[in-house]
């Protein structure tokens, strides 16, 4: 008789736990997914997916504006929110449908329960099923954060129920500096909600070169939000019609709805983590090895629950790698470094490598190569927008060390970009290359002289 129930017990089956399962059970391990949800988790059923989905629909807005330089009349456009909340609902069942039918035929076992650990080999059910297992892969991902100290926190939303709200409001205030604030800003006034966003920090989008910062903030004032910076909210109550957001500088501002995006947590709380043994870091993740092992030998976690890099496309090869490391007899270890990120804001962000300021405290040479341009479109649909394209270049070894773009299709750009960047291609090689006319990126291997020349 087999030592345990499984060899792998995964908990949570979003991004990471279901690539990790169906993987490990192609190699033929005996999987076990316990999923309290729905299965596809954060980013399937209520992140990346919905949210492009509304995404795309606020961009008609500016679309049918731009159509009149074009020569087309447009009749007054109108929108329908329950129309566009149902569609993106039929999309995500799909898409759900799809994940769990993929998990099965890989041969893993699907529970529709909440699983908690006992020890470092056994997992309970919430009908208290006891099962034992080889190893636990904890891939419970994290949840957003309302600061318990915010007074009115039971007023407002988050970016979970933004996804399903009745009706649109008529104004929204949102609370963060965040990639998610910024694309939900992006979505409401697209949509036609009077958005202000209001922001602790001087500066939007922490950690992202500072250029894209400062472009964007100027791109979603020109576009109608309000950017409250510098301040945050002291206290939201009921006020008349809706909500009255009080702020820490003494604004009062009202909304129909109030939404926080102020930051996610790893879900570990009430896991049975620490009674395990499991060690945990100063922000409730759990600390793990390059190959994603915990400090207990027989656990290990992946995605968001470790807070490494906090997104889809990692938590997916996180769970891969785990997979095949410890079930398909390959030694996979991810590279964390060189990945691509975008924000869906509008305009849109797309980035990878260093910013110009990580690159000066790195390198004593760094050269900047930058340019901003209305696109061939805007010239005729007369908006006053510009896009923005920059370079890090090591002015030694001439090497690309980051990309930053503010723009139309900026995060399909950054996507391939990527590709060379990870290979090490110099500015020169971009300069090699063949421009594509006309295209916005081929200003990307057409910049000949630096902006700035940075010595130390
Ligand atoms: C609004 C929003 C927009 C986003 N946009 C993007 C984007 O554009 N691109 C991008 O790459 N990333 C985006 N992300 C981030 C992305 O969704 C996450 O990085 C990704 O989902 C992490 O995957 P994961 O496997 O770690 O966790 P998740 O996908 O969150 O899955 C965890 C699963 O575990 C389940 N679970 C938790 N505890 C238990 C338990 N005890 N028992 C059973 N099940 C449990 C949960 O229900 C959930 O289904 C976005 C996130 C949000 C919130």
Redesign the pocket.
């Known amino acids: 008789m087999a030592e345990f129930d499984v060899d792998l017990f995964v908990?949570?089956?979003?991004?990471?736990?279901?690539r990790a399962g169906r993987i490990a059970a192609q190699h033929g391990a005996r999987v076990m997914v316990?999923?309290?949800?729905?299965?596809?988790?954060?980013?399937?059923?209520?992140?990346?997916v919905?949210?492009?989905l509304f995404v795309y629909a606020s961009r008609f807005a500016e679309d049918f504006e731009d159509a009149a330089g074009f020569g087309w009349t447009v009749a007054p456009p109108s929108f329908d929110w329950p129309t566009l909340v149902a569609a993106k609902d039929r999309q995500i069942d799909t898409l759900n449908a799809a994940y769990i039918r993929n998990l099965e035929r890989s041969g893993a076992k699907l529970v529709a329960?909440?699983?908690?650990i006992e020890d470092p080999h056994t997992v309970r059910l919430?009908d208290g099923t006891i099962v034992t297992a080889k190893y636990i892969l904890v891939?419970?991902?994290?949840t957003?954060f309302v600061d318990p100290a915010l007074e009115g926190r039971e007023l407002v939303i988050t970016?979970?129920e933004?996804f399903h709200l009745q009706s649109l409001p008529e104004k929204i205030v949102i609370i963060g500096g965040g990639?998610?604030a910024v694309?939900?800003a992006g979505i409401f006034n697209g949509l036609g909600v009077e958005t202000t966003l209001i922001h602790r920090g001087d500066k939007l989008l922490r950690g992202f070169d500072d250029d894209l910062r400062h472009g964007l903030a100027e791109a979603l004032e020109k576009k109608g939000i309000r950017l409250v910076l510098g301040d945050s909210p002291a206290r939201i109550e009921k006020g008349e019609g809706g909500l009255l957001v009080h702020t820490m500088a003494g604004l009062a501002i009202p909304a129909g709805q109030v939404m926080v995006?102020t930051g996610?947590r790893p879900?570990t709380s009430?896991?049975g983590l620490e009674q395990a043994g499991v060690q945990l870091d100063g922000a409730g993740a759990i600390t793990v090895d390059e190959r994603s092992q915990s400090n207990v030998p027989s656990i290990y976690a992946?995605?968001?629950?470790?807070n490494r890099i906090?997104?889809?496309?990692?938590?997916?090869r996180e769970?891969h790698a785990f997979a095949d490391t410890i079930f398909g007899n390959r030694d996979v270890v991810v590279d964390h470094l060189g990945v691509p990120k975008?924000v869906?804001s509008q305009p849109e962000i797309g980035t990878v490598g260093l910013s110009e300021e990580e690159a000066l405290a790195e390198f004593t040479s760094v050269d900047i190569f930058k340019t901003s341009f209305k696109s061939l479109k805007n010239g005729l649909s007369g908006r006053d927008e510009r896009m923005l394209m920059k370079l890090v270049v090591d002015g030694d070894s001439g090497r690309v060390l980051g990309c930053h773009i503010l723009g139309h299709d900026a995060a399909e750009m950054i996507q391939l970009v990527a590709i060379a960047i990870k290979l090490g291609a110099t500015k020169a090689q971009f300069d090699a290359t063949m421009a594509l006319h006309p295209t916005a990126a081929e200003e990307l291997v057409t910049m000949r002289e630096p902006s700035i020349r940075h010595r130390r």
């Open positions: 908990i949570g089956a979003g991004s990471g736990g279901v316990a999923e309290e949800d729905r299965v596809g988790g954060t980013c399937v059923i209520r992140g990346c919905p949210k492009k329960a909440r699983a908690t919430a891939a419970t991902g994290s957003a970016s979970n933004a990639y998610i694309e939900f995006a996610r879900n009430g896991l992946v995605g968001d629950v470790t906090n997104l889809t496309p990692v938590a997916i769970g975008a869906f």
